[in-house]
């Protein structure tokens, strides 16, 4: 066991079967400080991916602003796919790096640039200077698999599915309220969202830099946490011991889903924001607010993910179906109702809820824990390419429709 000055896991069986409000009890009791570094790294999380969506309801607007001869599609695109870019570098590089200075580093780094990005988008002068700055941002949050890996550094291997289920909650929440905040607050100034998210990661970085610790030191490498070195060794010791010819095809279809599935949402969110203001003559706070109906349904999956995994499907067999529900966006085309667009249009939102929810349970049960670092960023990088490679013409329509038609399977 570690030495109670490093702040010590709960590791007995009584936390493990506690439930609910006794289980928050316990650690708030014995890891109040490890509690608010997880609650601060979920409000970074919760931030940054606001960061995506925020913008979403405003791309007409920015447009006419920055290029207003450029083409919607084209400057919508461009807005978007440029965070998506930088969030592929980022999370390719930020587990890496992470592994050899630390997290805490990794984790205050990014959100400073992530700050700084927000100031420059905001007195931006043309859409290339908007898109490099958001590019900047992008890349800065891309720190998910660092995330990831200090779940694992500070957690037991059987929390996996809470925290999978922590972190899905939170990324869904950011998309919901994203939109709406961002298309309200544009109604004082079209610049106003990007201010008050810079100034609110500054917060945010000065209250981790006092409280987060660093919890990458001298760590097993195998598939345990140091906080599960006598209680699960057993479980995953045989696992460890077999190569698993299948772990790299496996990793490699979750890859290809991770694409699949960021890439339609990421089209979707695109693509509605110009529908609200073309088809259906929205202005900046009703296309938020439509966006963000859409995502309240996600929220409402997540806290209901762990009760469909334990008494109805498995966590691979849910991410199928609802991969399957994502499929019916192929009949949006034929709606013109704001309505329906909009009850139809949370479906590729809640494939990629059911999907990603269960992210971090597949990569814990997949991956040895010396190469957990490597295939949670190749998966979330493959994920973050979907999202950044739906600005292509040509993919944008050939990958879509061989997604509608093969994804669920």
């Known amino acids: 066991m570690p030495?109670?000055?490093?702040?010590?896991?709960?590791?007995?069986?009584?936390?493990?079967?506690?439930?609910?409000?006794?289980?928050?009890?316990?650690?708030?009791?014995?890891?109040?400080?490890?509690?608010?570094?997880?609650?601060l790294l979920l409000a970074m999380v919760f931030v940054e991916w606001m960061g995506i969506t925020i913008i979403a309801p405003l791309t007409p607007w920015f447009r006419k602003k920055l290029s207003p001869e450029m083409d919607e599609g084209a400057a919508a695109s461009i807005m978007v796919a440029s965070y998506a870019v930088g969030t592929t570098v980022g999370s390719l590089i930020s587990g890496p790096i992470s592994d050899r200075i630390g997290r805490r580093p990794v984790f205050l780094a990014g959100l400073t640039l992530f700050a700084a990005s927000y100031f420059l988008a905001a007195i931006s002068w043309n859409l290339m200077s908007f898109a490099c700055f958001r590019a900047l941002g992008g890349l800065a949050s891309g720190n998910r698999p660092v995330f990831i890996a200090f779940l694992a550094d500070i957690s037991d291997p059987r929390d996996s599915t809470f925290y999978g289920v922590l972190l899905a909650t939170t990324v869904n929440a950011a998309i919901s309220i994203g939109p709406m905040i961002g298309g309200a607050l544009a109604l004082v100034e079209l610049e106003f969202p990007l201010y008050l998210f810079g100034g609110i990661s500054c917060v945010l970085l000065v209250l981790l830099f006092f409280v987060l610790r660093e919890s990458h030191h001298n760590r097993l490498t195998t598939a345990t946490t140091d906080a599960g070195g006598h209680v699960t060794d057993i479980a995953y010791d045989d696992r460890e011991s077999y190569p698993n010819t299948w772990l790299f095809p496996t990793i490699a279809m979750l890859a290809l889903t991770a694409f699949c599935a960021r890439?339609?949402?990421?089209?979707?969110?695109?693509?509605?924001?110009?529908?609200?203001?073309?088809?259906?003559?929205?202005?900046?706070?009703?296309?938020?607010?439509?966006?963000?109906?859409?995502?309240?349904?996600?929220?409402?999956?997540?806290?209901?993910?762990?009760?469909?995994?334990?008494?109805?499907l498995s966590p691979a067999l849910t991410a199928a179906a609802g991969l399957a529900v994502s499929s019916l966006l192929v009949v949006v085309p034929f709606l013109h109702n704001v309505y329906w667009t909009t009850a139809i249009g949370a479906a590729p939102g809640i494939g990629c809820c059911l999907f990603f929810s269960g992210m971090v349970y597949f990569i814990t049960i997949l991956s040895p824990g010396s190469r957990r670092g490597f295939f949670s960023s190749f998966v979330y990088t493959s994920s973050n390419i979907g999202r950044a490679s739906w600005r292509q013409p040509g993919p944008r329509v050939s990958f879509s429709v061989l997604f509608v038609i093969f994804g669920p399977t």
């Open 3 to 39: 030495d109670s000055s490093e702040d010590p896991l709960l590791v007995d069986e009584h936390h493990h079967h506690s439930r609910g409000r006794q289980r928050l009890w316990l650690s708030l009791k014995y890891h109040p400080r490890r509690v608010a570094e997880v609650a």
């Open 263 to 312: 890439y339609i949402i990421t089209g979707w969110s695109t693509v509605f924001g110009l529908l609200g203001a073309e088809r259906y003559g929205l202005n900046s706070a009703q296309n938020g607010l439509s966006l963000g109906l859409q995502a309240c349904v996600l929220i409402l999956l997540s806290i209901g993910y762990i009760p469909i995994t334990r008494a109805v």
